[in-house]
């Protein structure tokens, strides 16, 4: 039983690359949820999705974009990277009350 | 939107010594969750608090659910070294899907 995995846990992008952030739980949840972490910031949702089927922008989701493939994964998608994008990304789920966290990936856009 | 406050930001402390900090909000919220942050690695739930007034152990952590339903606090007794990192408070926005809403983190360093 992993939890949330997330890959890759560390990554630099050009200015205007993209890329896509992998996660996958294995938990049978259906809940799931991009956040991004900034000093100072704590923790802010990016987009959420409730169920398989279904995605929500969350409060910073500009120039974001998710995918719900199926009930295990939920990816995040960077069309065009800026380096504003620079953050620790951590992708969770929850069933209940509590969310589970991945180990997060460290972006750099340069 | 909805903020959660947390106090203090950063704390350096002795080992040995006890730890209180705390999480408002404007807001009344019917679940509270702390979580602890270790240095690169994603939070991990503490304790959960489900009812106003609640008071919950975990070890050497306590937390309490506010009466109000407006604040938390988490207290850690006789700090050690391995109790560094960030500690988060967490509250469920409702509306049917679970969007949570987390605080700033306070930053704990403790000095042997």
């Known amino acids: 039983n992993a939890g949330v995995t997330q890959t890759p846990k560390f990554q630099v992008l050009k200015t205007g690359q993209s890329m896509t952030l992998q996660c996958a739980q294995d938990?049978?949840?259906?809940?799931m949820y991009w956040y991004r972490q900034d000093p100072g910031m704590g923790l802010r949702l990016i987009y959420y999705?409730?169920?398989?089927?279904?995605?929500d922008k969350g409060e910073v989701p500009n120039g974001y974009n998710v995918s719900r493939l199926n009930k295990r994964e939920f990816s995040l998608r960077l069309e065009s990277a800026a380096p504003s994008q620079t953050s620790v990304y951590f992708c969770?789920?929850?069933?209940?009350?509590?969310?589970?966290f991945g180990q997060g990936t460290r972006l750099t856009v340069v | 939107g909805q903020q959660l406050n947390q106090s203090p930001q950063s704390m350096f402390i002795q080992e040995g010594e006890d730890v209180s900090m705390n999480c408002t909000s404007s807001?009344?919220?019917?679940?509270w969750l702390w979580y602890k942050q270790d240095p690169g690695e994603g939070p991990v739930l503490l304790i959960a608090?489900?009812?106003?007034?609640e008071l919950t152990s975990n070890g050497r952590l306590t937390a309490q659910f506010g009466i109000t339903r407006k604040d938390s606090f988490l207290n850690i007794s006789a700090s050690i070294p391995s109790d560094v990192g960030i500690y988060f408070c967490?509250?469920?926005?409702?509306?049917?899907?679970?969007?949570?809403?987390f605080g700033t983190g306070t930053r704990l360093k403790v000095l042997a």
């Open positions: 608090l489900y009812k106003a007034g």
């Open positions: 807001s009344i919220f019917n679940t």
């Open positions: 967490a509250c469920v926005s409702g509306g049917g899907t679970y969007k949570y809403i």
């Open positions: 969770a789920s929850s069933e209940a009350i509590v969310v589970d």
């Open positions: 938990m049978n949840h259906n809940s």
């Open positions: 999705s409730a169920s398989e089927g279904t995605t």
